[in-house]
C-alpha cells in the first residue's frame, strides 16, 4: 500500500478506536446543539489547509451534511479576503481571527480552532478573545496539542504530528460533528 494511504489509515484507526477521542466528538456535538437551540453561532478559524476545513464543516452547518434540515448559524472566518486583508494590514496576521470574534462573537457561540500544532498564533489570539466574549472554544490539533490543548476549554488531539494526517483527521472528525449534530433536535 501506499505509504501516504498506509499512514492516513493508521493515525484514523488509531482516532476511531481512542474511546476518549470518541466521547469528546459527542460532547463538541452537545455542546454546538445546544449553542445552536439557544440561538448562537458556531465560528470557525484555522490557516492554510485547516483555513478550507473550517470554510468546508462551516458550508455543512449553512447548507446541510446528510440530512434535509433548516440551516444552521455557522460562519468561517477564514472566507472574507478583505476583512483578513484589512485586519491584517491595520493590525497584524496575528489578530485577523481575534478581531472577527470581537466584532461577532457573543456569549454563549462556539468557536472552533483548527491548528495542526496547536501554536498558530491567531488562532491562540481568537481563542484568548473568544474567552473573553464568553465564547465557549474547542481546539483541533495534533498529538502535542500546543499552547491551544492549555488555552482553550476543549481540545481535540489528533495521535500524530503528520500535518497531513491530522488535518484529514480532523475532516473526518468533524463529518462525524455535523452527523450527530443532524440528528439531534437541533439538526
Not at 453561532?41 to 451534511?65: D, M, P, T, Y
Not at 468561517?76 to 478583505?82: C, E, G, I, V
Request: glycine share 10%.
Amino acid at each position: 500500500m501506499n505509504p501516504i494511504l498506509q499512514g492516513a489509515l493508521t493515525v484514523l484507526e488509531e482516532t476511531a478506536r481512542n474511546r476518549k477521542c470518541q466521547d469528546q466528538i459527542a460532547q463538541f456535538a452537545g455542546i454546538c446543539s445546544q449553542a445552536l437551540k439557544a440561538g448562537k453561532k458556531i465560528l470557525f478559524c484555522g490557516n492554510g489547509g485547516s483555513a478550507a476545513e473550517a470554510q468546508h464543516i462551516a458550508a455543512e452547518f449553512v447548507g446541510r451534511f446528510k440530512k434535509e434540515r433548516k440551516g444552521l448559524a455557522a460562519i468561517s472566518f477564514t472566507t472574507d479576503t478583505s476583512i483578513l486583508t484589512s485586519i491584517a494590514n491595520d493590525y497584524s496576521y496575528d489578530r485577523v481571527f481575534a478581531r472577527q470574534v470581537e466584532a461577532l462573537g457573543e456569549a454563549g457561540d462556539v468557536l472552533f480552532l483548527l491548528s495542526t500544532s496547536g501554536n498558530s498564533k491567531n488562532c491562540l489570539e481568537a481563542c484568548r478573545e473568544a474567552r473573553r466574549a464568553g465564547v465557549t472554544t474547542i481546539g483541533f490539533t495534533g498529538a502535542k496539542g500546543g499552547a491551544l490543548k492549555e488555552l482553550a476549554d476543549h481540545c481535540f488531539c489528533v495521535p500524530s504530528d503528520v500535518t497531513s494526517h491530522i488535518q484529514e483527521v480532523h475532516l473526518v472528525a468533524l463529518h462525524a460533528l455535523c452527523e450527530m449534530i443532524d440528528e439531534s433536535p437541533a439538526g
